[in-house]
Structure formats: C-alpha cells, structure tokens
C-alpha cells in the first residue's frame, strides 16, 4: 500500500501563486509516476499535470501549460505543484495520484477569488 497526503490549499486571489505537496510513504516504487488531477464542483475529474520520478518528460494539460509546474523531491518522495498566475477557473479540490497501484490523495481544496 502506499499512502499519499497532499497539503498547500487554500484560498487565493487571481493572480496569486499556491504551492501544493503530495507526500508519499508505505510501499513506494524505485519508478513510478506521480501526478495531480483536479475536480470543480459538478464537473469530471480532469489531469493537470504528471512526472515521472526518473527525471523523464514533464506533461501538462494546455489550460495550465505556462502557470504550473510540477517537480518533486526524491529524498522526502514528495511531488509539488506550484500553480502561479491562478485563475478563478482553477476553483477546484487537486488530488494527487501515484501510480504504479493507482493510489489516490484525499485532496485539497484550492479556491481563486475573482
């Protein structure tokens, strides 16, 4: 099992920057991918950014390409998404997720006030 506990939400003004961690521990894999996904409420969950802990290529999604980036800390197997130029359109609860195993966060709340 691997366990993951996500912390950095809050409540942020457009314009403002939020950096959020996800910690993982327990059962961990030497290679692995960890990522972040995002659900507003009343939508689908949708992926904002991924990372593979071996220093591989770094994804985005387009609607955040340029304001957020992702990268980690392979000593306290934490990964970080620092989100900077937030928009009210990024309101959402942000989980992240390691794979393999898919394991999931219990998320975080992020709210951009217009």
């Known amino acids: 099992q691997v366990q993951l506990v996500e912390s950095g939400g809050g409540l942020v003004q457009a314009g403002g920057s939020l950096r959020l961690s996800c910690a993982a521990s327990?059962?961990?894999?030497?290679?692995?991918?960890m990522g972040w996904f995002r659900q507003a409420p009343g939508k689908e969950r949708e992926f904002v950014a991924a990372?593979?802990?071996?220093?591989?290529?770094?994804y985005y999604a387009d609607s955040v390409k340029g304001r957020f980036t992702i990268s980690s800390d392979n000593a306290k197997n934490t990964v970080y998404l620092q989100m900077n130029s937030l928009k009210p359109e990024d309101t959402a609860v942000y989980y992240c997720r390691y794979t393999p195993g898919d394991y999931w966060g219990q998320g975080t709340q992020v709210t951009v006030s217009s």
């Open positions: 990372h593979r802990w071996s220093g591989g290529p770094r």
């Open positions: 327990g059962r961990t894999f030497s290679t692995y991918a």
